[in-house]
């Protein structure tokens, strides 16, 4: 094997697959990053038990040629050396590797040799079936990750929650994430051919967020029995699914409240943060929220030790009963708060000891639900 | 004690006098933020084992009123609860302290509760001669601080060693600091009364460094027997003096040198640090050095289980002997090169078991040393 490339367009595409590589693995090999040169491309390959990230290097990039292969071939060289050598190289890369897995990376004067390992002893990526997919813009596909997996439960003991459920339904598409303390759901519209239902581990979606370019691109999910496939144009991401039932969710959603308000939702997250400063004394950042006169919500929480925060806020309106007063967790409430760009939000309760939805107003595609915690 | 104050400013001075303060205390009482209003000015004053810090805010900022005192008065705040408390406030906040210590903190519509320490039972500010003092400019004295503590000992069994020695003669002062391994020497003339040495916790100094604005202000410096007191325009630090004799450091500046070459400051800075990459598979972060031909210098380092690098740079002048190596810790060629400013360093060769002399070209204050580490 044996190319010369640019140095930062190498270095972008080591740090993309960098991130699926750990160093926790019982096997040296799977601490690197496969590299293979083809006539006309180089392909990196960098995995562990979770995700497998692949990532293609044309010729050329935006008309510039970034890419020449002399000698096809492949290695799997240490991915953390690999990375921090690649970075602080000045100029072009020269590698090459010889019959003994020896690579040399030459940049101007500057010449670096380290042991490779033989290609054929990395696992092989899985096989998927590319016919039957969905399209999703890119953008859309972030967001509705960030409204979802921050739900999910960091538990091991119950591996379903820990993962967000996918559900592929007659042109819909819906992401739910639960730790049986609190639900996020999110549902979009897409052009489908696609049914089932699949668990996605929630750090395979964070790691997606972070390898997607936040552009007009879009990313297409294939599925299969054991494995997930995220492709956009600059890389391939395959996730492992999670195994097990999923518990029912619709079963969760209140079906009728007491009382219905709206608020601002920025105010409200204000609020809420600034009532969490005592709260974290307490055990699960207990905030207390009260309806005061029927127009103002009060949010406060208070902690023997150190003292105690409140505040009034304006609702902007209300329907339904008057009177309530409901503890949650705040730092919940935050999560969820943080995640809903709308200006402004309705909150149903249905009384003190059942579960509050926190919905959007003017996008019905969202909801969040959050279990009361006892303050008594 | 009632005042009125600017959020912001308000914020600003928690978080500087919040640097001093810290949670590891047995007391409760040290682990606050001692705040006292009086006719014209609020001053807060942060402390721990090895500083205090102090700052005064008053009623005027820029000629914009930022203070408005009812009462005077002073009391004891816990400092993480406050200055999160702070932080998070949207305008102006009202603070009151009652007879029991309950402090209340009002901004528009948000009231905070908090309990308060009597401020009786905080420790007094140290006294202090304020006739004879130096006086330095704060960038000079930041640029002094970062040339020279970070070759402080981490190492707590030598005391003396993780302090940095200032030594006032005849309108010198000089900042010495050496872990045994390495030595950083800077002098500066400045006007001074002053005479004596002084040993001052480099945590201290690197405190200092944060605090001042790096403007053209000036920096007083008072000493005494047992601290000495940094005052800038808008605080005062005290910091705790280290007992013990510093080695005596002029018998370890080299005589003389068999090879003295000039190099690229930044290229040599860049080459380490590629150098180091392997070095830190090594004890000691062994880098070598080779003259090649009289006019080339070769860095390598290399690790028989990954592999090696390695790379030549010009010398721009060499005198004397033409033939040497050298290995040096890395890491501590890097601490030294990153806090030269001057475009060409020289470096001065007793031999390749005998320190390495380190000075910028053109400017006689700075000096670095380096033991070579034995490498076969």
């Given at each position: 094997?044996?190319?010369?490339?640019d140095?930062?367009c190498?270095?972008?595409?080591?740090?993309?697959?960098?991130?699926?590589?750990?160093?926790?693995?019982?096997?040296?090999?799977?601490?690197?990053?496969?590299?293979?040169?083809?006539?006309?491309?180089?392909?990196?390959?960098?995995?562990?038990?979770?995700?497998?990230?692949?990532?293609?290097?044309?010729?050329?990039?935006?008309?510039?040629?970034?890419?020449?292969?002399?000698?096809?071939?492949?290695?799997?060289?240490?991915a953390?050396?690999?990375?921090?050598?690649?970075?602080?190289?000045?100029?072009?890369?020269?590698?090459?590797?010889?019959?003994?897995?020896?690579?040399?990376?030459?940049?101007?004067?500057?010449?670096?040799?380290?042991?490779?390992?033989?290609?054929?002893?990395?696992p092989?990526?899985?096989?998927?079936?590319?016919?039957?997919?969905?399209?999703?813009?890119?953008?859309?596909?972030?967001?509705?990750?960030?409204?979802?997996?921050?739900?999910?439960?960091?538990?091991?003991?119950?591996?379903?929650?820990?993962?967000?459920?996918?559900?592929?339904?007659?042109?819909?598409?819906?992401?739910?994430?639960?730790?049986?303390?609190?639900?996020?759901?999110?549902?979009?519209?897409?052009?489908?051919?696609?049914?089932g239902?699949?668990i996605?581990?929630?750090?395979?979606?964070?790691?997606?967020?972070?390898?997607?370019?936040?552009?007009?691109?879009?990313?297409?999910?294939?599925?299969?029995?054991?494995?997930?496939?995220?492709?956009?144009?600059t890389?391939?991401?395959?996730?492992?699914?999670?195994?097990?039932?999923?518990?029912?969710?619709?079963?969760?959603?209140?079906?009728?409240?007491?009382?219905?308000?709206?608020?601002?939702?920025?105010?409200?997250?204000?609020?809420?943060?600034?009532?969490?400063?005592?709260?974290?004394?307490?055990?699960?950042?207990?905030?207390?929220?009260?309806?005061?006169?029927?127009?103002?919500?009060?949010?406060?929480?208070?902690?023997?030790?150190?003292?105690?925060?409140?505040?009034?806020?304006?609702?902007?309106?209300?329907?339904?009963?008057?009177?309530?007063?409901?503890?949650?967790?705040?730092?919940?409430?935050?999560?969820?708060l943080?995640?809903?760009?709308e200006?402004?939000?309705?909150?149903?309760?249905?009384?003190?000891?059942?579960?509050?939805?926190?919905?959007?107003?003017?996008?019905?595609?969202?909801?969040?639900?959050?279990?009361?915690?006892?303050?008594?």
């Amino acid at each position: 094997m044996d190319f010369l490339i640019d140095n930062e367009c190498f270095y972008k595409a080591i740090s993309d697959v960098n991130k699926a590589v750990s160093l926790k693995t019982p096997f040296p090999i799977l601490s690197g990053i496969k590299i293979s040169a083809y006539h006309d491309s180089l392909v990196l390959i960098g995995s562990n038990s979770d995700i497998v990230i692949e990532k293609v290097i044309p010729l050329t990039l935006d008309g510039v040629k970034v890419l020449e292969v002399n000698k096809s071939g492949s290695v799997v060289i240490p991915a953390t050396h690999l990375s921090e050598i690649i970075k602080k190289l000045p100029a072009k890369v020269h590698l090459r590797v010889n019959d003994k897995q020896l690579v040399t990376i030459q940049s101007e004067e500057i010449v670096t040799k380290m042991f490779g390992f033989n290609s054929d002893e990395y696992p092989k990526l899985p096989q998927f079936d590319e016919t039957d997919y969905i399209k999703i813009s890119s953008t859309e596909l972030i967001e509705i990750i960030k409204q979802t997996t921050f739900a999910v439960s960091k538990n091991e003991s119950q591996p379903v929650l820990t993962g967000v459920k996918m559900l592929f339904k007659d042109n819909h598409l819906s992401f739910a994430a639960t730790d049986s303390h609190r639900l996020a759901l999110r549902e979009i519209i897409v052009d489908s051919n696609i049914n089932g239902s699949f668990i996605v581990p929630s750090t395979s979606l964070n790691e997606l967020t972070k390898l997607i370019n936040n552009d007009n691109s879009e990313t297409r999910i294939y599925v299969n029995d054991n494995f997930m496939v995220f492709k956009a144009s600059t890389f391939t991401l395959f996730s492992r699914l999670i195994e097990g039932n999923y518990p029912n969710i619709t079963g969760l959603l209140p079906k009728n409240s007491k009382t219905i308000i709206t608020l601002d939702t920025a105010q409200l997250l204000r609020g809420i943060d600034r009532a969490c400063l005592f709260a974290g004394e307490w055990k699960n950042n207990n905030v207390q929220l009260e309806i005061i006169d029927g127009k103002k919500i009060k949010i406060s929480s208070n902690s023997s030790k150190i003292g105690g925060i409140e505040e009034t806020q304006n609702i902007r309106v209300i329907n339904g009963e008057t009177d309530l007063t409901i503890s949650l967790d705040g730092s919940y409430l935050i999560n969820a708060l943080k995640v809903i760009k709308e200006e402004e939000i309705r909150l149903s309760f249905g009384g003190s000891m059942r579960p509050v939805l926190i919905e959007p107003i003017n996008n019905p595609y969202y909801m969040h639900l959050i279990s009361p915690v006892r303050s008594y």
